[in-house]
């Protein structure tokens, strides 16, 4: 395939990328955040005037997907289309500009990434061997330790494998990258990403495994199919194979590689800023420009994660109020490259301040005057003011300086500078009152106010026009001046609305939003919750049965591991199956923030209750007890949780943090009998959520009786707070 310079044609190129997503669970508003940013990008590069390529798409291999895909009583093929589509759904609804949308089982991308392989291969850079040791089925990851071995990125207990795999030379390549990041320091954004992944290369690369045999949901090796291609490497390969890299037609791979910005979440820096053009280097294929990586997505002040069932839908948002609000809300309130929170409190608190009652206000007033004192005709501006036109051109530069370094946060607070100048200015200049005066001099007077103040509102509007395009759309036109998409943006200057323009039809643009709105929007999100663990409970159901159609009644597994007569939780068994049913629900809802593969906290497997009368069987080892971490811990605060009547709401003290923890004991204690009171917990379960409240850990108490009185774990001794039992 011949490979050429990356062409220049009249006008200047821009390729951006956002992750592939993984198709193991539903988009969700972390997805949303690295897309609608993209987009922004996409359409500002598009107004100034240069040729982009947007892409996105789907990442459907891997034996995570193929887990993910049983479980749902489905093919791979057949799950990972499903799931694509919903993704390519919602952003078709949001009427996101991608140009191209990859999915990992297209046969280009299947050609793509074997002819990279065999390029690798022929120079040199992958060889057979065998791998013995950790793996992470989650983060698609190998990991080095024994087993039982966290993964470092996910924490998951890693599983041990061992199988024959095809090795890439990673380690030949520590000194180049080295070399690279300190020779283009922009290579890598923001610098708290760059010293991180400088830190992983100068602690030592190791040869990468690209190859697995223990499952067959992905791309073979060519010639030798019992393998398939690690999942990194194919879906990496995303970028250039959408351009037709590996095929005849490489028109495109020519004209936009190499890219000019990938997007990513930063738990997937490694893999794109290490593994990503160590391999291209090898292929001898240039690098990409930059790799800019934003933060997560915080909502309850915790990442967004099915674990913690703390995620937020983006259609939740747009049901409500609309597009544009989510977009202006995740640009604007997230310094991009930073972690940001979310919360239906902030985002309609937002939108009421700064476009109902910023932009959509100032649009609405000064184009109503308009109507009112000049029949809907943009009257003759002579008279324009000189100080709202330099504010205007200044806060335009600005913005663009902001936006090129993907700084949207301050970028918009240059646009909304502007808007509260144009407010400020029709306040003192009080057009009303010099309509009033019927005479020629006030006239003149009132056409000049309203011409500055309609002319700021084109500048503005063509300014903020990538973030907030659908209101930006209905602006232009009702400012008379047709579809914004089709207008010459690249040169935005003063002076280019024509007077005498007829305004078109006039509509609220951002209606305000009042309290109920939240209401509705955390209800649309308990309802969607119900939903997916009802439809996770039919798929179970669905793919038992097929299981008991084609091999008769499926062997039941081993009692958990519990040792008895301890209960895990506290919880009774009605309360412990409720937390399974809220567990699954947020499974089944979420997937990686943003990625190929963006690893989240992890769902810890629920701990069923065992009764008395059954035996703890098998036993366990040593190792597995050392896995759980119990500590002491004071009670501090207590009470009760309203409408559970078996639980309580816990705050203890670790004596190095203190958590919040819900413990079913409330028919055996009272609040007020506990504070103070020593007790034992799980301290490293990841958090869950029970009756819409977060339980980060699990106290210990025994089982006691028919009925499964719980007694707390305490001590006869004064033991110190946060000492660990062994």
């Not at 068994?573 to 947020?586: I, K, L, R, S, Y």
Request: net charge negative; with cysteine; proline share 6%.
């Amino acid at each position: 395939m011949p490979i050429q310079d990356k062409k220049q044609d009249t006008k200047p190129t821009y390729y951006l990328t956002t992750p592939i997503y993984y198709v193991n669970a539903r988009p969700h508003l972390g997805h949303t955040y690295t897309t609608v940013a993209a987009d922004a990008v996409a359409r500002w590069k598009r107004m100034r005037g240069y040729d982009v390529l947007f892409l996105t798409g789907t990442d459907e291999h891997g034996q995570k997907i193929e887990r993910s895909a049983a479980k749902a009583g489905k093919t791979p093929q057949e799950f990972a289309a499903e799931v694509s589509s919903e993704f390519r759904g919602l952003w078709d609804r949001m009427g996101l500009t991608y140009d191209d949308y990859i999915r990992t089982t297209e046969p280009r991308h299947k050609q793509g990434v074997q002819h990279l392989f065999s390029e690798l291969q022929k120079r040199g850079f992958i060889y057979k061997g065998t791998y013995s040791g950790q793996y992470c089925v989650w983060d698609e990851l190998y990991v080095e330790g024994t087993p039982g071995t966290p993964c470092p990125d996910c924490g998951r207990i890693t599983e041990t494998v061992s199988e024959e795999n095809y090795f890439f030379k990673l380690s030949a390549f520590e000194r180049k990258l080295l070399e690279y990041y300190e020779q283009h320091p922009e290579f890598i954004r923001p610098e708290a990403r760059r010293n991180e992944v400088m830190a992983f290369v100068q602690g030592g690369l190791r040869d990468l495994s690209i190859s697995r045999t223990s499952f067959n949901w992905g791309i073979p090796v060519p010639g030798d199919e019992k393998h398939v291609i690690y999942v990194w490497m194919d879906a990496l390969a995303n970028y250039i194979t959408a351009l037709g890299y590996g095929s005849e037609n490489c028109d495109n791979f020519n004209k936009y590689w190499p890219a000019d910005v990938h997007l990513i979440g930063k738990e997937i820096s490694r893999f794109h800023c290490v593994y990503w053009p160590a391999f291209l280097m090898a292929a001898e294929l240039p690098l990409p420009k930059s790799v800019v990586a934003h933060g997560w997505l915080l909502f309850e002040q915790s990442k967004m994660s099915k674990s913690r069932g703390n995620i937020v839908r983006a259609e939740t948002v747009l049901d409500v109020l609309g597009a544009d609000a989510l977009r202006y809300f995740l640009l604007r309130e997230v310094t991009f490259g930073q972690d940001g929170s979310f919360s239906f409190d902030a985002l309609v608190q937002r939108y009421n301040a700064d476009l109902a009652n910023g932009y959509g206000n100032l649009v609405s007033r000064t184009l109503a005057m308009i109507v009112k004192y000049f029949d809907g005709v943009v009257p003759a501006g002579e008279a324009a003011d000189a100080s709202i036109r330099a504010t205007l051109e200044q806060q335009t530069e600005q913005f663009d300086q902001r936006l090129e370094p993907l700084d949207f946060s301050r970028g918009l607070e240059h646009a909304w500078s502007a808007i509260a100048a144009v407010d400020s200015y029709i306040t003192a200049q009080a057009p009303w009152k010099v309509a009033a005066k019927d005479e020629a001099e006030s006239r003149a007077k009132l056409a000049g106010i309203l011409y500055t103040a309609s002319e700021a509102i084109r500048m503005i509007t063509a300014l903020v026009y990538p973030v907030i395009p659908e209101a930006a759309t209905k602006v232009w036109q009702q400012l008379g001046l047709g579809d914004i998409a089709k207008a010459d943006l690249k040169d935005l200057k003063w002076g280019d609305l024509p007077s005498g323009t007829k305004l078109g039809e006039l509509g609220s643009v951002f209606p305000r939003a009042e309290k109920e709105a939240i209401e509705r929007m955390q209800k649309m999100e308990e309802d969607r919750q119900s939903q997916t663990a009802a439809d996770q409970e039919a798929a179970s159901e669905q793919a038992a049965a097929r299981q008991t159609k084609t091999s008769g009644p499926a062997e039941q597994p081993p009692p958990p591991h519990v040792p008895e007569p301890f209960s895990a939780t506290g919880l009774s068994p009605e309360q412990e199956a409720d937390a399974v049913a809220q567990q699954a629900a947020a499974d089944q809802q979420v997937g990686p923030v943003s990625a190929v593969s963006d690893p989240l906290p992890p769902p810890q497997p629920v701990v069923e209750p065992v009764s008395p009368a059954v035996p703890a069987e098998p036993k366990i080892g040593i190792e597995d007890f050392a896995k759980v971490d119990l500590r002491v811990a004071i009670i501090r605060v207590a009470e009760r949780v309203p409408k559970a009547d078996r639980l309580l709401r816990l705050e203890v003290d670790l004596g190095y943090e203190q958590r919040q923890i819900l413990a079913g004991i409330a028919g055996a204690y009272t609040p007020e009998s506990l504070i103070g009171r020593k007790v034992v917990i799980v301290a490293n379960l990841a958090p869950r959520k029970l009756r819409g409240l977060e339980s980060n850990g699990m106290i210990v108490a025994a089982s006691i009786g028919e009925k499964g009185t719980p007694v707390l774990a305490g001590f006869l001794e004064d033991v110190e707070i946060g000492a660990r039992l062994k």
